[in-house]
T-cell receptor, first 113, second 112 residues
Framework: NAGVMQNPRHLVRRRGQEARLRCSPM?????VYWYRQLPEEGLKFMVY????????ESGMPKERFSAEFPKEGPSILRIQQVVRGDSAAYFC???????????FGSGTQLSVL | SQQGEEDPQALSIQEGENATMNCSYK?????LQWYRQNSGRGLVHLIL?????REKHSGRLRVTLDTSKKSSSLLITASRAADTASYFC????????????FGKGTKLSVKP
């Protein structure tokens, strides 16, 4: 049973480009969460999705950021027109239900040049 | 605003000693969880304690929860160098959609 898979592991973008981060949850998990972590900081909640639905996006910046979890395929976190301040580690986690323990992926380290 | 706050921010001990980390939170919760993160890696779940529980054990880990003080502690007994990592508490807030809110973490260093 594979764990939570995130790709790419490292992503380098120039300012103004788009970044797409992918997350495949654990088998049987329909709840996906995205978090952002800056160096030496804790995780900041971004968005919580179930299949085809956004449950809570209260942590998402209002502009340039979007997330989806389609019926088929991985969850995607999309950042348009990236800026240097978007550089961070982005972690995806999945769970079998709300409020239960999370299983984390290894993260995507986004670097914006 | 931050829901969970760990204390201390950093802790350095010798192998064999016990390590205690504390977490305080602000609002009522359904459960509180502790996670561990090795540098540059994803988080690993350690233990979950529900709001109606006061203490829980798992191997060398002991977690307590005091809902009246809105605080929890994580005790690691007989620490090992391999326990070196950052430890985070996370709360499932009552009335929320089920997403977890993480604290800033305690960085534990266990010297051999």
């Amino acid at each position: 049973n594979a764990g939570v898979m995130q790709n790419p592991r490292h992503l380098v973008r120039r300012r103004g480009q788009e970044a797409r981060l992918r997350c495949s949850p654990m088998k049987g998990h329909s709840h996906v969460y995205w978090y952002r972590q800056l160096p030496e900081e804790g995780l900041k909640f971004m968005v919580y999705l179930q299949k085809e639905n956004i449950i809570d996006e209260s942590g998402m910046p209002k502009e340039r950021f979007s997330a989806e979890f389609p019926k088929e395929g991985p969850s995607i976190l999309r950042i348009q027109q990236v800026v240097r301040g978007d550089s961070a580690a982005y972690f995806c986690a999945s769970s079998p239900g709300p409020g239960e323990k999370l299983f984390f992926g290894s993260g995507t380290q986004l670097s914006v040049l | 605003s931050q829901q969970g706050e760990e204390d201390p921010q950093a802790l350095s001990i010798q192998e064999g000693e016990n390590a205690t980390m504390n977490c305080s939170y602000k609002t009522s919760i359904n459960n509180l969880q502790w996670y561990r993160q090795n540098s540059g890696r994803g988080l690993v779940h350690l233990i979950l304690i529900r709001s109606n529980e006061r203490e829980k054990h798992s191997g060398r880990l002991r977690v307590t929860l005091d809902t009246s003080k809105k605080s929890s502690s994580l005790l690691i007994t007989a620490s090992r160098a391999a326990d070196t990592a950052s430890y985070f508490c996370a709360t499932d807030v009552q009335g929320s959609q089920g997403n977890l809110i993480f604290g800033k973490g305690t960085k534990l260093s266990v010297k051999p």
